[in-house]
């Protein structure tokens, strides 16, 4: 199979969802010739609200080209949203259990069948104070390694000032512009064949995360802070900060240990 049909399922969702997403934003869509009309391939989004997963499957559905999103397993219990998640061909994540990989490997599977999946790469919503990627997670470029799939980079940007990160309630008014670049396909050639190593994996997901960001940073018009937000740093600081704060003294006491 060259290419997933859309069906119904996918026909039925975006009866429902296209005229709000038309009403509530305006569309700025550039770069979808990027997006291979046959064969399968990934693409990788950035993620920065909880409606922009809304807004940029209507971006791919007008391709034709519909995606397969990693998504919580939780999702497909329940009642009719399962049903349409099982329906549209989403693929599961079941985390913390022995089945973490079988997204993978279903991600896999369905690239070679000729397939898109979309993947966020960093697994859940910047916590970037400004909005920009942060580190990610390897997934993508594992999948991508395995298949040696065309990946192409999508930047986002304007759902986030619909219904800001955490929000619990959206900015309807004015109405918000929702913009997407897709950029060629990365580069991923140097990695191919070689043995897959946390190292190898971190260093490709980087080059993926480099593209994502440069043509966010087209969209925006500014410049992405040169290291990108590491929230294990964070955590790592933050930590340190508490200790520091809370045993003083101790802290003072190994200063002058290790001094003499």
């Known amino acids: 199979m ?6 119904f399922w996918y026909r039925f969702a975006a009866v429902l969802c296209k005229p709000p997403l038309v009403v509530l934003i305006k569309r700025d869509w550039r770069g979808m010739e990027h997006i291979p009309a046959e064969g399968g391939f990934i693409t990788a989004v950035n993620h920065n609200s909880h409606a922009d997963p809304f807004a940029y499957a209507h971006y791919q559905y007008n391709t034709g080209r519909v995606p397969r999103f990693l998504a919580k ?3 497909f219990k329940k009642g009719f949203v399962g049903a349409a998640m099982r329906g549209t061909g989403q693929i ?48 993508a470029a594992r999948v991508a390694l395995q298949t ?10 304007g759902a986030n000032e619909l219904l800001p990160p955490y929000a619990k309630k959206p900015n309807l008014l004015p109405r918000k512009t929702h913009h997407v670049l897709a950029g060629p396909p990365v580069d991923l050639t140097r990695f191919y064949g070689k043995e897959m190593t946390p190292e190898l994996l971190k260093e490709a997901t980087e080059v993926i995360m480099a ?11 500014e410049k992405a802070p040169d290291t990108p937000y590491d929230p294990r740093r964070e ?20 200063e002058g240990e290790s001094s003499t």
């Open 73 to 75: 397993s939780g999702l």
């Open 148 to 157: 040696k799939c065309p990946v192409i980079p999508i930047a986002q940007w």
């Open 92 to 139: 599961p994540v079941y985390r913390e259990s022995t089945d973490a990989l079988s997204a993978f490997r279903a991600a896999i599977d369905a690239v070679e069948r000729g397939e898109c999946v979309a993947f966020y790469p960093e697994g859940t919503l910047t916590r970037d104070p400004d909005g920009w990627p942060m580190t990610a997670k390897t997934g």
């Open 235 to 254: 955590r790592i600081e933050q930590r340190r900060q508490t200790q520091a704060q809370t045993q003083p003294g101790r802290s003072t006491v190994r």
């Open 2 to 7: 060259s290419r997933r049909r859309i069906g």
């Open 211 to 221: 593209a994502i960001t440069r043509q966010l940073e087209e969209i925006r018009g």
